[in-house]
T-cell receptor, first 116, second 116 residues
């Protein structure tokens, strides 16, 4: 149980276009999902916390107009990178919080974004 | 703000031997959770082990165990009988137990190599 999927796994886009990444909890409901960014050989950096039915909470330094997050249902959160630039190229990972007392977070497999 | 420090960027171990990965953290809170996550080359983050700060007993999961020293704010991971499949990046993470503070704070990671 507790499987999280991400789609697409890899995406290449041209500079100036927008890209949407989906994060789904497949076998559980998640009121809270998290979006991380990971640079090569670096740790995960939390970008924002996504709450179902409400606005996302962004970490300091993360542009909310650049990285649009929508958590429309208990199993789906989306991250849209708007007007992408080469510096947005990175590995994006989502996680979903399980609704149990232990409140574990389970991670998706990640999305490799390359902006040319 | 809480911080997590992993002082070993890289470690190596012979197959079947034991290795210990270090982690220290800084917090003023008394109740929190600590985690070790594994990130193999596939980039999928996998929860290895979890420790509640209020528990004195060290957590164990098969070949994985921790040495949790709350006063010293230390949380090391011991891998026994190392296997080739244990090769990965290992991240130590902290999460507050306070309601509404669900985000994980990660260390920079330790790259573990297992030599046959």
């Amino acid at each position: 149980g507790a499987v999280v999927s991400q789609h697409p796994s890899r995406v290449i886009c041209k500079s100036g276009t927008s890209v949407k990444i989906e994060c789904r909890s497949l076998d559980f409901q998640a009121t809270t999902m998290f979006w991380y960014r990971q640079f090569p050989k670096k740790s995960l950096m939390l970008m924002a916390t996504s709450n179902e039915g409400s606005k996302a909470t962004y970490e300091q330094g993360v542009e909310k107009d650049k990285f649009l997050i929508n958590h429309a249902s208990l199993t789906l959160s989306t991250l849209t990178v708007t007007s992408a630039h080469p510096e947005d190229s990175s590995f994006y990972i989502c996680s979903a919080r399980v609704l149990t007392a232990r409140a574990e977070q389970y991670f998706g497999p990640g999305t490799r974004l390359t902006v040319t | 703000a809480q911080t997590v420090t992993q002082s070993q960027p890289e470690m190596s171990v012979q197959e079947a031997e034991t290795v210990t990965l270090s982690c220290t953290y800084d917090t003023s809170e008394s109740d929190y959770y600590l985690f070790w996550y594994k990130q193999p080359p596939s980039r999928q983050m996998i929860l290895v082990i979890r420790q509640e700060a209020y528990k004195q007993q060290n957590a164990t999961e098969n070949r994985f165990s921790v040495n949790f020293q709350k006063a010293a704010k230390s949380f090391s991971l011991k891998i026994s009988d190392s296997q080739l499949g244990d090769a990965a990046m290992y991240f130590c993470a902290y999460r507050s137990a306070q309601g509404g503070s669900e985000k994980l704070v990660f260390g920079k990671g330790t790259k573990l190599t297992v030599n046959p």
